[in-house]
């Protein structure tokens, strides 16, 4: 049975202290994530080699493809499970995580598998050139090693959230962290200088970074499962709970492929991107790489307490509680505004200081400084969109979220990337994707409204709550 203090958060704590209580611990996972990301294009930016930081820019659309995978059973296990204690249906948990933990396992074996007996023809199609392309098999290879583990690391924190034990989903995403940032310079560099002695070390490069992300991968992956067999969490991976039928495949999939299909979007696009910035030169593809990797500050945030508030919306929507959920909503819009205008005006004001501090290259630091300041012009309301995205999948409305994922990184970006490519070249591609932002922001605060306006689930029942 869920505990009472979680039961206190979902049902009848101020609408501030349940979105902040379920929000830090997400909003620092994500940025724990964000320097997952950003630490390998780091140190091995420190090797001084555009070609090298290009081979892991190419190399990050197909890692996405990972997190496609992953976002099937992690965000669409995570939100049938909020729903799930909703309605009191604990045993119904127990069959959720069960499935989500062992068909993530055969899913990252197979994406495995087609990493890297295919890898050269998949990073060709990313983008890399005969100068990278090395360097991107190299890096594929180890992360084709690791598919399971880096899904079912992703898939376990979520379904940990789900359930509103966001802390432990926080420090399972830390420890492993941790250990990546010791471990990548070890793996990547030849050599560190520690006060005046120079230490040898591994000097690995690329594929060290990999080596680095698979292990850090692991770490977490050992927490959670540990974390799952505690006392407290009312998840499971016994085999005996895995079932498919009585709605639990389609509960996930339905709500979980939105999600991987933007994960999938985000991906091809990305390797749309990185061929047409290949004909302005690997320098373009570089830039292009560190801008979005710093990108990753505000964008990650926003998405930490949307994520964090997901739990709260799904659990109000199974319970019945409209008006809990409408608060709820708003709260976190106007706080992921003034998240966004902040941190989004930090990144303008830094932007070459940041950008160099990836790599000492005046071509590079230039124009990714410049894309950086335009992607971090639309992070200021981005926040928006992603509550809704998320309380879209809270809610269990597929189609809705479908809509909504295939725009963003599809049917309104891609467009956008070729025409403003052909009217304005290489700077009409670094002003695509916030103009894409906008018009999805626009795009998922109609589809919201629709929903909370028709929507015959949502009646607010007399049940105890503060605004």
């Known amino acids: 049975m869920i505990n009472e203090k979680k039961l206190y958060l979902f049902e009848t704590a101020k609408v501030s202290k349940s979105v902040w209580s379920l929000s830090i611990p997400s909003i620092i996972t994500m940025l724990v994530v ?68 062992y068909t993530g396992i055969f899913a990252g074996i197979i994406c495995g598998l087609v990493f890297f007996f295919w890898a050269k023809p998949i990073l060709m199609a990313s983008g890399a050139s005969q100068y990278t392309i090395e360097y991107a098999v190299d890096y ?37 962290t941790i250990s990546n940032i010791i471990l990548d310079p070890i793996f990547i560099l030849s050599s560190i200088n520690i006060f005046g002695h120079s230490i040898n070390l591994l000097g690995l490069g690329v594929k060290g970074a990999a080596i680095a992300t698979v292990i850090g991968n692991f770490i977490s992956v050992i927490f959670y499962l540990i974390a799952i067999v505690g006392e407290d969490s009312i998840l499971s991976f016994s085999p005996k709970m895995f079932k498919t039928k009585d709605g639990i495949l389609s509960g996930v999939i339905l709500i979980g492929l939105p999600s991987s299909l933007n994960s999938i979007l985000m991906s091809v696009s990305n390797i749309l ?43 109000c929507y199974g319970a019945g509680m409209k008006d809990r959920l409408k608060a ?79 725009s963003r990184q599809g049917f309104v970006f891609i467009p956008f990337l070729f025409i403003s490519n052909y009217l304005a070249g290489l700077n009409g591609i670094i002003w695509s994707q916030p103009l894409a932002d906008i018009v999805c922001l626009f795009l998922s605060l109609f589809i919201l409204k629709k929903i909370l306006n028709s929507d015959s689930k949502l009646n607010a029942k007399a049940m105890p709550q503060r605004a």
């Open 34 to 101: 964000m320097i997952y990301n950003v630490v390998d294009t780091f140190f091995v930016g420190q090797l001084n080699d555009p070609n090298k930081v290009a081979a892991v820019a190419v190399a990050t659309p197909v890692f996405l493809l990972l997190m496609a995978l992953a976002n099937i059973f992690g965000v669409g296990g995570s939100t049938f499970i909020s729903r799930a204690l909703g309605e009191k249906k604990m045993e119904r948990v127990k069959h959720i995580s069960s499935f989500a933990f």
């Open 140 to 176: 594929l290879h180890i992360i084709a090693y690791g598919a399971p583990i880096i899904i079912l690391s992703f898939i376990l924190s979520a379904l940990l959230r789900g359930e509103g034990a966001a802390t432990k989903a926080m420090i399972g995403s830390l420890i492993g």
């Open 273 to 315: 991107m990185n061929n047409i910035l290949a004909s302005y030169g690997d320098t373009a593809v570089a830039a292009m790489g560190i801008a979005m990797k710093a990108n990753m500050l505000v964008v990650f945030v926003e998405l930490g307490l949307s994520i964090g508030v997901q739990p709260l919306i799904g659990y």
């Open 328 to 406: 709820i909503t708003k709260y976190a819009m106007i706080c992921n505004v003034c998240i966004g205008i902040t941190l989004s005006a930090f990144l303008i004001w830094m932007a070459s200081p940041i950008v160099s501090s990836f790599l000492d290259n005046k071509e590079v630091i230039t124009l990714g400084s410049q894309m950086l300041r335009a992607l971090s012009s639309s992070t200021t309301v981005l926040g928006i969109m992603f509550i809704n995205e998320f309380a879209f999948q809270a809610m269990g409305k597929a189609k809705e979220s479908l809509i909504l994922s295939i």
